[in-house]
Antibody, heavy 121, light 108 residues
Framework: QVQLVQSGAEVKKPGASVKVSCKAFGYTFTDSFLHWVRQAPGQGLEWMGVINPRGGSTNYAQKFQGRVTMTRDTSTSTVYMELSSPRSEDTAVYYC??????????????WGQGTMVTVSS | EIVLTQSPGTLSLSPGERATLSCRASQRVSNGYLAWYQQKPGQAPRLLIYGASSRATDIPDRFSGSGSGTDFTLTISRLEPEDFAVYYCQQYGSSTWTFGQGTKVEIK
C-alpha cells in the first residue's frame, strides 16, 4: 500500500532539538520529492521545506533557514526533519507530504499521518 | 514570496447548497501551479484540485477549480455532509510553496 508513515509524538524542552522521521511505502522512494509542512494548534498549514530523495538536495523556507535540517536514508526509504533550538511556538503537528512533480502540478498528493511535537519546559 | 489570501474566512451553508471559495495571490501564479486541499479535524490534508482545475484521483465531480493569474476559485456544486471541513489553497513558484490561511465551510 502506498503510504507515508511518520514517527510518534515528541515532547521536548525548549532548546533540545527534535527529529521526526517519515518512511515511504509502496512506491519508488527516489522518484518523488518529499516536503515537510507544519500546523500549529488551531492554525493553518505552513510549508517548511523540501528534500529530493534522489540526491539529497534541499530547499528550506526562509523562516526556517539555519534551524531545520532535512536528510534522507535511501536504504530505508526514510526522510528526516530535525528542528534545532525549538521554542514553544514550534509546538505543532508536523506532516511529510509527497510531491510527484508535474504529474500533479507540484501539489502534494499523499500525506503522512502527522507527528505532534510539543515544546514545553 | 507569493501570499495567498482566502475568502471568506468562514462559509455557513446547508447541505445541498453551492459553495464558492476564493483564493487571491499577491503575484501571478506561474503555470497555474495552484492546488486546493480539504482538511477535516484530526486528519491530514487531502488533495482535491491541482493545476488550478484538475481533479485529483477519486475526487467527486461536485468539486471543481477555476481561475488563472492571481484569482482562483474552488466550487462545490452541492454540499454533502462530508464536505464540511476547512479548505486551503496552495501555490508553487520559484522553488517555494505557500498556503492560504484557509476557509472553513460549516453547517448552517
Amino acid at each position: 500500500q502506498v503510504q507515508l508513515v511518520q514517527s510518534g509524538a515528541e515532547v521536548k524542552k525548549p532548546g533540545a532539538s527534535v527529529k521526526v522521521s517519515c518512511k515511504a511505502f509502496g512506491y519508488t522512494f527516489t522518484d518523488s520529492f518529499l516536503h515537510w509542512v507544519r500546523q500549529a494548534p488551531g492554525q493553518g498549514l505552513e510549508w517548511m521545506g523540501v528534500i529530493n530523495p534522489r540526491g539529497g538536495s534541499t530547499n528550506y523556507a526562509q523562516k526556517f533557514q539555519g534551524r531545520v535540517t532535512m536528510t534522507r536514508d535511501t536504504s530505508t526509504s526514510t526522510v528526516y526533519m530535525e528542528l534545532s533550538s525549538p521554542r514553544s511556538e514550534d509546538t505543532a503537528v508536523y506532516y511529510c507530504a509527497r510531491d510527484v512533480g508535474l504529474t500533479v502540478g507540484r501539489a502534494f498528493d499523499m500525506w503522512g499521518q502527522g507527528t505532534m511535537v510539543t515544546v514545553s519546559s | 514570496e507569493i501570499v495567498l489570501t482566502q475568502s471568506p474566512g468562514t462559509l455557513s451553508l446547508s447541505p445541498g447548497e453551492r459553495a464558492t471559495l476564493s483564493c487571491r495571490a499577491s503575484q501571478r501564479v506561474s503555470n497555474g501551479y495552484l492546488a486546493w486541499y480539504q482538511q477535516k479535524p484530526g486528519q491530514a490534508p487531502r488533495l482535491l484540485i491541482y493545476g488550478a482545475s484538475s481533479r485529483a484521483t477519486d475526487i467527486p465531480d461536485r468539486f471543481s477549480g477555476s481561475g488563472s493569474g492571481t484569482d482562483f476559485t474552488l466550487t462545490i456544486s452541492r454540499l454533502e455532509p462530508e464536505d464540511f471541513a476547512v479548505y486551503y489553497c496552495q501555490q508553487y513558484g520559484s522553488s517555494t510553496w505557500t498556503f492560504g490561511q484557509g476557509t472553513k465551510v460549516e453547517i448552517k
